[in-house]
């Protein structure tokens, strides 16, 4: 009894303790600076981005149509456009100058997608006539491949590549299917959790982030498969389309129909969000796409502006 | 006197005094307004206790009835509760439109809540067919041929929420599960003998309120299911892929070979997405009402729609009118670009408007101007679906020299 007694003396002198007042005001005032650059770091971070680059055509009558897809070649530095509407591919070097307008001789029916892998090969996923189709620049050949899996039709939708294997997202069966070079399945991720499964993805850190735009959830699996981390994005964003892993890790969510793009932290909290609805340069109108080139610009691809927009931090 | 004698003493003249002015203040008001009308088996709390001035004020107010304050606010400030839990998951449309009195009386009524008895009639009221826009919307029957016994008793309550809920429709639980809170399995296997795995999916053939078929199926048989179910259905497997659909459905599974489609994962059959594959109430076997379709994966486009200021005018019941529903070229899968897809309706606009067109660059992208350059049809806060204020805010936007 003694002892608890001598506890809640303990407790009471404390309280009663008060600090000088002018020490007070310090620690206060430490506290709230603290507390504001807490809060202001993720604005500066969230301000900082601008555009640096302008993909597009310039005239009127040779503007992108619905232009669906990026693809950066480091080797070359240079930026390929799909351009869906027009069914032609656009590269532009590393400054945005256009260098090469490639419609394969007329035969790209809606292509949405493309990469170029290591051996020089440039895959396109054709959705008009639901192909995955090879341009062989050199030999100037265009093949267009109907995949099929065990489970019937592939109907590719994104599409990238390690270098050599191509990682094709089927929006049949909302898997991310993994091809070698002859088009042989060699693996195959599934989304068991999800409704529709993937939507979108992208091969980063080797691993594969992928997004369940109805679940509004980004699942990180291990090459093996295992998902290593689910990010729920909950009602940060009303409809996500597209991801890219950002600089620090950071997760950058595009979402198409708020017009902007959300940034979640390593952990899946949510940080910031960037830029907003409109035409104007540094604006968001119908977009669809969101990546990293390697020389750390944000390429958003707007289908609505017919433009990509590279920014910097 | 002692203190606390005269504590009470003052505690009963207050209370007493309360109560004598909440007496006082509703035989004021019964003076001119019949009692009588504000009595039912069950009475507002407010008019129970003679507190009419909770809700009205007698003497002016800027809202009709005399209502202290606006009817998206006044329930909320009793009912605080109430405010934040209704902004949940999938909200009945009265709650969107602070309409609280579509459903409940505000002095009394018949049934608990203040809801009438009959809340079957007060539901159809809503959801029975209805006029809207000079077009009659076919709705539910207040009876069928054959009519599911909690609908024919008026127990609407038995599968739906009131105000909102995590599913579509404001079911209380997920479809299967709720048909089997009533339907045991045991019942349910002897009606479906033959049935390949577990039943599931009922409401793909059967009309949870009424039919003119028995066992509630749906009115509208998809031919190949009439026939067989091995006329869609591999046998070793049971799954019916895509391109079994497009094998009858061929302009619609050409529609999905685009830019932008609805050729997405469900069961491994897109198709499945919207269309019940077995029967439906109407011949495009639509899973539900063309808005409550693309509502399950688009709500929030369709709530922006609904909570916008100025939305696009009338004649506009279906996303159908504007968007292909199975694929498309063109962004948000509208029938045509800008110009196009409003040309279906707006026939003369272009030709006398702000010009528009290929030969008519936007100076801030160098794109073509459309109508969509300066309307937004999915409506915004300004007249006419204009993207900003149209009396200056908007045009300054290319016209800067103004």
Redesign the interface.
């Known amino acids: 009894m003694r002892y608890l007694m001598g506890i809640r003396r303990k407790a009471m002198s404390q309280s009663r303790r008060r600090p000088a007042p002018g020490m007070a005001s310090v620690h206060l005032i430490a506290w709230a600076f603290m507390l504001l650059w807490m809060g202001a770091a993720d604005r500066v971070l969230a301000s900082a981005w601008t555009v640096q680059l302008t993909l597009?055509r310039?005239?009127?009558?040779d503007?992108m149509i619905?232009p669906?897809a990026l693809f950066i070649d480091q080797e070359r530095e240079q930026y390929y456009v799909v351009d869906?509407?027009k069914n032609r591919l656009l590269s532009f070097n590393r400054q945005g100058a256009l260098l090469n307008v490639f419609n394969a001789g007329g035969a790209l029916k809606?292509p949405?997608d493309m990469v170029r892998t290591e051996d020089g090969m440039i895959w396109v996923v054709e959705?008009?006539?639901?192909s995955l189709t090879s341009i062989d620049l050199l030999g100037k050949k265009t093949t267009p491949h109907t995949l099929r899996s065990r489970?019937?039709?592939v109907?590719p939708h994104r599409l990238e590549t390690d270098g050599e294997q191509l990682f094709v997202q089927d929006?049949?069966?909302?898997d991310i299917i993994v091809y070698d070079s002859g088009l042989r399945e060699q693996q195959r991720f599934v989304c068991t959790e999800?409704?529709?499964?993937f939507?979108d993805f992208k091969v980063a850190s080797g691993k594969i982030w992928a997004l369940d735009w109805?679940g509004k959830s980004v699942y990180v699996l291990a090459m093996s498969g295992t998902v290593e981390m689910t990010i729920r994005l909950g009602d940060e964003v009303?409809?996500p389309v597209s991801l890219a892993l950002g600089p620090g890790g950071y997760l950058f969510v595009l979402d198409r129909?708020s017009r902007q793009v959300v940034v979640f932290d390593p952990d899946g909290a949510f940080k910031y969000r960037l830029l907003q609805q409109g035409?104007?340069?540094g604006q968001l109108y119908?977009p669809v796409e969101i990546l990293f080139d390697p020389w750390d610009g944000m390429c958003i691809v707007d289908?609505?502006?017919?433009?990509v927009e590279v920014y910097q931090q | 006197m002692r203190p606390s004698l005269l504590l009470l003493i003052v505690g009963c003249l207050f209370f007493g005094c309360a109560g004598l002015s909440a007496a006082a203040e509703q035989d004021s008001c019964f003076t001119c307004h019949e009692k009588g009308l504000f009595q039912d088996q069950v009475v507002h709390e407010p008019v129970k206790s003679g507190k009419c001035s909770i809700c009205h004020n007698p003497h002016a107010a800027r809202y009709k009835g005399l209502l202290r304050f606006e009817k998206g606010k006044l329930c909320y400030t009793c009912h605080q509760e109430k405010a934040e839990s209704f902004t949940k998951g999938i909200v009945h449309e009265p709650i969107n439109l602070h309409e609280c009195t579509a459903c409940h009386e505000p002095h009394a009524a018949s049934g608990k809540g203040l809801v009438a008895r009959d809340l079957k009639a007060r539901c159809l009221a809503c959801h029975g067919p209805r006029e809207e826009n000079d077009k009659i919307i076919p709705g539910l029957a207040e009876k069928y041929k054959h009519t599911h016994q909690p609908y024919l008793e008026g127990e609407c309550g038995a599968c739906h929420q009131p105000h909102n809920s995590v599913r579509p429709m404001l079911l209380v639980q997920a479809p299967d599960e709720l048909c089997g809170s009533c339907h045991a399995e045991g019942e349910l296997q002897a009606k479906h003998t033959g049935y390949p795995g577990t039943l599931r999916g009922c409401l793909t053939c059967h009309n949870p309120h009424g039919s003119d078929r028995p066992a509630l199926i749906r009115n509208v048989l998809h031919e190949p299911y009439e026939q067989g179910c091995d006329s869609c259905h591999e046998q070793s497997s049971g799954r019916v892929?895509?391109?079994k659909c497009g094998e009858c459905h061929a302009e619609a599974f050409g529609e999905m070979?685009?830019?932008h489609?609805h050729?997405?994962?469900?069961d491994?059959n897109?198709c499945v997405n919207c269309h019940s594959p077995h029967a439906g109430d109407e011949q495009r076997l639509l899973r539900a009402r063309q808005k409550q379709v693309c509502a399950a994966?688009h709500r929030?486009?369709i709530n922006?729609y609904k909570n916008s200021a100025f939305k696009h005018g009338k004649n506009i019941d279906n996303c159908v009118d504007c968007h292909h529903q199975h694929g498309g070229?063109?962004?948000?899968m509208l029938k045509g670009n800008g110009l196009e897809v409003c040309a279906l309706c707006h026939e003369n606009q272009g030709k006398f408007t702000h010009p528009v067109g290929?030969?008519v660059?936007?100076p801030?992208?160098?794109?073509?101007i459309t109508c969509i350059?300066c309307h937004n049809p999915m409506g915004t806060d300004y007249p006419y679906n204009l993207i900003l204020d149209g009396k200056q805010q908007l045009c300054v936007?290319c016209h800067k020299e103004y």
Not at chain 1, 127 to 130: F, V
């Open positions: 597009m310039d005239t009127i009558e503007a619905m669906s869906s509407g809606t949405f959705k008009g006539r639901n489970e019937g039709a109907y929006s049949a069966s909302g999800c409704s529709q499964g939507f109805l009303t409809y129909h035409i104007a340069t119908y289908e609505g502006n017919a433009r | 892929s895509v391109e070979l685009a830019s489609t050729l997405t994962r469900r491994g897109a994966c929030e486009s922006k070229n063109d962004m948000a290929p030969e660059p936007d801030r992208t160098g794109r073509m350059t936007q």
